[in-house]
């Protein structure tokens, strides 16, 4: 762990850019790295804070063909997209990139090529599947199959998301293409790998005895668990029509492996910063007290860990990874979030829904993030985040201390006199909170920092209950201007400390402070004597944050129902075909219109109706199992269709004398199958 570095290189995995941002990209990934950016520059600290698209690999080509579209139009689409959703959210990076962009395709080549000439890779022909009638070799994602390791049987050719196992294409058992949907064969190709076997000695070392102490156990024990297995080569080129072209001869139709090229776009993305901003790139990756960081999903752990570290290590004049604090997946009301099947929150529709409310979310992602284990946002949580903890805790602080000042003293801060022991306790207390709330983002610990944060706020909040100023400015006016000046020096200190975590509210609070963005630092609220002086004019009050109603999350409830509803709609599949019968057996039975007269809950039994139904031939009392699906007082007076001359059953000792029929929709909730056209009457039979 690099003591005191000279400058940050802060990575975040670049996006694909096959669809829009989701929360759980922003959860996983782009908050917490942000927050620690953000912090660091607080402190004054050199950083560059690097991301960019990613726009090449297998994920474009499969959008464009699902989109009828080129892949140039698809990166060209949600490039756009993604870039506009983390402006919206405050995601402050220095750089924000393409890797389509000349300089990346310069950087991939260059790197690419040292390797090549130094002889770090082996040139092999291997057999790959290919699919005879798209006329191609299969790529990782444009095949699919049973994972040889758990039997999921939609694996992809890459990696199992089921077991998280990372595997080839041929490994795949009962493979079919994802293009055609044929079963491929396989065919001789020729391309190159990175010998990962080679750089084992130095990753144990580097990671499981160097990192051992200092990385996350989610981390460290995913690239322990690879290690063990044993690392073979893996090929850094594929057979691809989308992508930078491998720079050697022989290699026509070939492009670099995008998990080869897409770290390296970190790399080209510093390069644009640094020619743009007038520095030199390489300290930022060169230099031995440069602190990189890499922000990553749990998915991407192997990638930053093994295969990136190996590729440097390769080159040679790299420096490595301080730390890659990965985190687990957040999942969407007890569901795996799935671009695929709409299960999501986008971040450009949520705005359209909470308009200005992206510190909300920031908060309640950071509140609930992922950081250890798999965690679940759920929109009730949201709301309770919301009105429970930034409207009454951190919001109803700062709207007493400006109401107050303004009703007491017209918005100009009095000048204390004599601190009480209470006073000297609250401010002591708060000087001590920028190196506690610092000490958990250090550790990355972010949902922890967060708590931190909100402590400060609750002291204030505490402080002004104890203190009562409402009540004492009648008796003690004097007393009053000490407590609105400490209580005043709590929210100049949340001004700044809410930065990394709720920018949008810091920015509104400094405003109503009238504080200017470079008036405090962070360290300031540890050292200085007075963070807002006596006599300094304030404005008025405006609300931080607003109440969220029980409708506003209902709709939101209501559109992901739609959502489970469609997908289960799209996704059902007919029951096969029973055994041919012949006509003669399906004349037997004896299919009659009918209307149900009364209906009642069976005496201890959960699933059972008691109906009485008239057939048209008669009124009979059949035995329903559908009370978990119909309130007895709802189908009285149902159209129905039955089948009457099923043999008479005893359930519970009730004869029944028939069947209704029945079916499911998409939801899986059964429907009656009724005669609904005018003229039908009872009795009416269905052949």
Do not use: M
């Given at each position: 762990m690099l003591q005191d570095p000279k400058r940050y290189t802060v990575t975040a995995a670049l996006p694909?850019?096959?669809?829009?941002?989701?929360?759980?990209?922003?959860?996983?990934?782009?908050?917490p790295s942000d927050i620690y950016s953000r912090f660091l520059r607080l402190q004054g600290k050199d950083v560059a804070f690097i991301c960019g698209s990613d726009e090449h690999g297998v994920a474009i080509s499969m959008?464009?063909?699902?989109?009828?579209?080129?892949?140039?139009?698809?990166?060209?689409?949600?490039?756009?997209i993604i870039?506009?959703?983390?402006?919206?959210?405050?995601?402050?990076?220095?750089?924000?990139?393409?890797?389509?962009?000349?300089?990346?395709?310069?950087?991939?080549?260059?790197?690419?090529?040292?390797?090549?000439?130094?002889?770090?890779?082996?040139?092999?022909?291997?057999?790959?599947?290919?699919?005879?009638?798209?006329?191609?070799?299969?790529?990782?994602?444009?095949?699919?199959?049973?994972?040889?390791?758990?039997?999921?049987?939609?694996?992809y050719g890459d990696q199992c998301e089921k077991c998280g196992s990372s595997l080839n294409a041929t490994d795949l058992i009962n493979p079919k293409s994802t293009i055609t949907g044929s079963k491929?064969?396989?065919?001789?190709?020729?391309?190159?790998?990175?010998?990962?076997?080679?750089?084992?000695?130095?990753?144990?070392?580097?990671?499981?005895?160097?990192?051992?102490?200092?990385?996350?156990?989610?981390?460290?024990?995913?690239?322990?668990?690879?290690?063990?297995?044993?690392?073979?080569?893996?090929?850094?080129t594929r057979d691809l029509d989308w992508g930078i072209p491998v720079p050697v001869e022989g290699a026509e139709g070939k492009v670099l492996y995008v998990w080869f090229d897409a770290p390296i776009g970190y790399i080209s993305s510093t390069k644009e910063w640094a020619q743009r901003e007038g520095k030199d790139w390489e300290p930022y990756w060169k230099s031995d007290d440069t602190k990189l960081v890499h922000f990553i999903g749990k998915d991407n752990i192997v990638f930053h860990c093994v295969i990136f570290p190996a590729m440097l290590k390769a080159e040679g004049s790299y420096i490595l990874p301080d730390n890659v604090p990965a985190n687990e997946f957040l999942n969407l009301e007890g569901n795996k979030l799935s671009t695929s099947k709409n299960w999501a929150v986008w971040l450009h529709e949520y705005l359209e829904d909470f308009p200005g409310k992206q510190d909300v979310l920031r908060y309640a992602l950071t509140s609930n993030a992922p950081e250890t284990k798999d965690n679940d946002f759920t929109w009730k949580d949201f709301q309770a985040r919301n009105n429970n903890e930034l409207v009454a805790i951190f919001g109803n602080f700062i709207n007493r201390v400006v109401v107050l000042t303004n009703k007491y003293y017209n918005g100009i801060i009095p000048a204390p006199n004599e601190f009480s022991d209470v006073d000297e306790a609250t401010l002591t207390e708060m000087r001590a909170y920028p190196a506690v709330i610092a000490s958990s983002i250090e550790r990355y610990r972010f949902r922890e920092a967060l708590g931190e944060l909100m402590n400060l706020a609750r002291l204030g909040n505490k402080y002004l209950a104890d203190e009562e100023p409402w009540k004492m400015v009648k008796e003690n006016p004097e007393r009053v201007k000490t407590q609105m000046y400490v209580a005043l020096q709590i929210a100049a200190a949340l001004s700044v400390l809410s930065e990394p975590f709720l920018p949008f509210t810091a920015a509104k609070l400094k405003g109503i402070l009238n504080l200017n963005d470079n008036t405090l630092v962070w360290n300031d609220i540890a050292v200085k004597h007075e963070l807002i002086p006596a006599n300094h004019q304030i404005g008025q009050a405006e609300l931080l944050f607003a109440k969220i109603e029980d409708e506003e999350i209902q709709k939101q409830v209501d559109k992901l129902e739609a959502t489970k509803t469609a997908n289960n709609a799209a996704n059902k599949k007919a029951e096969p075909q029973k055994e041919t019968i012949a006509f003669e057996d399906f004349a037997k039975m004896d299919i009659r219109t009918g209307t149900i007269l009364e209906a009642e809950k069976m005496p201890k039994a959960n699933k059972l109706l008691v109906l009485k139904v008239d057939t048209g031939i008669d009124v009979r009392t059949i035995v329903s199992g559908i009370a978990e699906s119909f309130k007895p007082e709802d189908i009285i007076g149902k159209r129905v269709s039955v089948l009457v001359n099923l043999a008479p059953r005893a359930l519970r000792g009730v004869e029944s004398q028939g069947m209704i029929l029945m079916t499911e929709n998409a939801e899986g909730k059964l429907v009656f199958i009724n005669p609904d056209a005018d003229g039908v009457n009872n009795g009416e039979m269905i052949s």
């Open positions: 694909y850019t096959n669809g829009p941002i989701h929360i759980g990209h922003l959860a996983g990934v782009y908050v959008k464009a063909k699902k989109e009828d579209i080129t892949p140039q139009q698809v990166i060209d689409k949600y490039n756009s870039k506009q959703s983390f402006e919206d959210f405050g995601i402050s990076f220095d750089n924000y990139s393409r890797t389509s962009a000349k300089v990346h395709h310069e950087t991939a080549s260059e790197f690419f090529k040292k390797l090549y000439d130094d002889g770090k890779f082996i040139e092999e022909v291997t057999e790959q599947l290919y699919d005879e009638e798209a006329h191609q070799f299969l790529a990782d994602r444009f095949v699919t199959g049973t994972c040889p390791k758990c039997g999921n049987e939609e694996a491929p064969v396989l065919k001789e190709t020729k391309h190159w790998f990175l010998p990962l076997d080679q750089y084992d000695a130095f990753l144990r070392e580097w990671i499981l005895e160097g990192h051992k102490n200092d990385w996350k156990p989610n981390v460290f024990g995913q690239v322990k668990s690879w290690l063990d297995d044993g690392l073979k080569p893996r090929a850094v």
